[in-house]
């Protein structure tokens, strides 16, 4: 298994509008919190949904420890989570059942690991509530939980803290870095959050245009900017934004 949890080379997706990504080229390695970031528009959940395989690239290709998305996309996919764009449920099972059903695919999670899953994301209290009934931030939650199931290797999670309060997004930063340090959990995290990627990513990517126009370690960009959001308008700019 290659020690580079993505490898995406020469990555292009376009729309009949002009949108899309152009030649994006990334590495990811394993035991990184590597934050997207970007205005709406820029291409971020494109590139995540070819990531996944819901979308086929134009040209280019995705490998996630060593196996393309293309070729091999069983194999890619096999220590990976991911929650894209909205994350789904049956509203009419409860967190608890709707987390079994989504359990069948996995034949090693269990009833104790589908239990730990709503533990760590805050939502053992409300386990037999339908999910019909939750807020957006507790469906997310949810999401996540179902992300998690599988004790992956590598979360692909886009805009994973959209939703929550405060209380929330401390829980979920804390889960984040726990997992990464306790487990080596690899996270690749869209947001617009751009205080909250500060906070919690080790790596930043910030994509404009379709094009990803720089990549550094937080601490490095830290150390040059008064803040994440300085360094990422002074990028936005640089690149043409007005």
């Known amino acids: 298994m290659s020690n580079k949890a993505i490898e995406i080379t020469s990555l292009t997706k376009m729309y009949d509008n002009g949108r899309g990504i152009s030649d994006l080229n990334l590495e990811v ?18 590139a995540m949904k070819i990531m996944t395989g819901l979308m086929k690239p134009d040209l280019g290709d995705v490998k996630i420890y060593g196996y393309s998305i293309l070729e091999h996309y069983v194999e890619a996919m ?8 909205t994350a789904e449920s049956y509203p009419y099972l409860t967190a ?3 987390l079994k059903m989504f359990a069948r695919y996995y034949p090693h999670v269990d009833e ?88 919690t990513c080790t790596k930043v990517g910030v994509i404009y245009g379709g094009r990803l126009v720089n990549v550094d370690k937080t601490q490095h960009i830290l150390e040059n900017y008064a803040s994440l959001e300085n360094y990422y308008v002074s990028e936005v700019d640089r690149n043409g934004r007005v």
């Not at 394993?30 to 494109?46: E, R, S, Y």
């Open 29 to 46: 390695d394993q035991g990184d919190i590597f934050g997207f970031l970007g205005p709406n528009g820029a291409g971020k959940t494109t």
């Open 78 to 85: 096999e220590h990976v989570g991911c929650m894209i764009e």
């Open 96 to 98: 608890y059942d709707n």
């Open 112 to 199: 104790q690991r589908v239990n730990e899953c709503l533990e760590m994301t805050g939502l053992s209290r409300y386990k037999n509530e339908k999910s019909r009934r939750f807020s957006l931030g507790m469906k997310q939650r949810l999401g996540l939980a179902a992300a998690m199931l599988s004790k992956p290797k590598l979360l692909i999670l886009d805009e994973p803290l959209n939703g929550l309060d405060v209380e929330g997004m401390l829980d979920m930063r804390k889960l984040i870095k726990r997992l990464a340090e306790e487990e080596g959990t690899t996270f690749f995290i869209s947001s617009h959050l751009i205080h909250d990627v500060e906070l």
